[in-house]
């Protein structure tokens, strides 16, 4: 999966409208048994709601990606506003607020 740009495959969950860079609204990585997780939240400017992209990096086995939404915007708004509480969202080891609120508790 690798060298895969995600803005160039996402499709908004509603309208399945293609998500550019411009859409990507927040990301976050988090360790959780090993495996490493990292959310974004995609916004569609048509439908005004969210996709969010999970990427599953596992351990041990193959990876995967998985696509859920549409999420009002409501929703989405407060998980990219707590993604944006952390200075490094990208850090899958970061333990900041801001990750364990959003991983609920649940990273190594």
């Known amino acids: 999966m690798s060298g895969t740009d995600p803005t160039e495959r996402v499709k908004c969950s509603r309208c399945q409208g293609g998500l550019g860079r411009q859409s990507m609204a927040?990301?976050?990585?988090?360790?959780?048994?090993?495996d490493e997780y990292t959310e974004t939240y995609f916004l569609c400017e048509t439908c005004g709601v969210y996709?969010?992209?999970?990427?599953?990096?596992?351990?041990?086995?193959?990876?995967?990606?998985?696509?859920?939404?549409p999420i009002a915007k409501g929703d989405g708004d407060e998980k990219?506003?707590?993604?944006?509480?952390?200075p490094e969202p990208w850090d899958k080891r970061c333990?900041?607020?801001?990750?364990?609120?959003?991983?609920?508790?649940?990273?190594?």
């Open 95 to 108: 333990r900041c607020e801001a990750h364990l609120a959003y991983f609920g508790g649940s990273l190594d």
């Open 51 to 69: 996709t969010l992209e999970i990427w599953h990096e596992r351990f041990c086995g193959e990876d995967s990606i998985s696509v859920s939404g």
């Open 80 to 86: 990219v506003a707590l993604i944006r509480r952390c």
């Open 26 to 34: 927040a990301s976050m990585s988090g360790s959780v048994m090993g």
